[in-house]
């Protein structure tokens, strides 16, 4: 079982910052990738940022330049560093995770993506 743990969001005026955090608990084994994706009201889920395992990061366009990601191997935990926040980031951001082997009954299993519940992130004056 992988449990994600998202916390950081807020409320922050425009050109601001944030810091998100996620940590997925758990008998965790492995993550392959580690994300953030986010959802405003009315449109689909899209991706923030991705980190793999291997360190290779992937940004939506809308974000290069003023986020960045890491990881925490150790942790088990992804960090979003939000800066030059604009409004039209506001949105439910969450953590992803994919392609996780933890321990179970002796022996290791795979969960191909895991999300967590989401946290709220609003820039607004």
């Known amino acids: 079982q992988v449990h994600l743990v998202e916390s950081g969001g807020g409320l922050v005026q425009p050109g601001g910052s944030l810091r998100l955090s996620c940590a997925a608990s758990?008998?965790?084994?492995?993550?392959?990738?580690m994300g953030w994706y986010r959802q405003a009201p009315g449109k689909q889920r899209e991706l923030v940022a991705s980190v793999t395992s291997g360190g290779s990061r992937n940004f939506a366009d809308s974000v290069k330049g003023r986020f960045t990601i890491s990881r925490d191997n150790a942790k088990n935990t992804v960090y979003l560093q939000m800066n030059s926040l604009k409004p039209e980031d506001t949105a439910v951001y969450y953590c992803n995770v994919g392609g996780v082997r933890y321990y179970r009954g002796g022996g290791l299993l795979y969960v191909a993506e895991s999300w967590g519940q989401g946290t709220q992130v609003t820039v607004s004056s």
């Open positions: 758990g008998t965790i084994f492995s993550i392959n990738s």
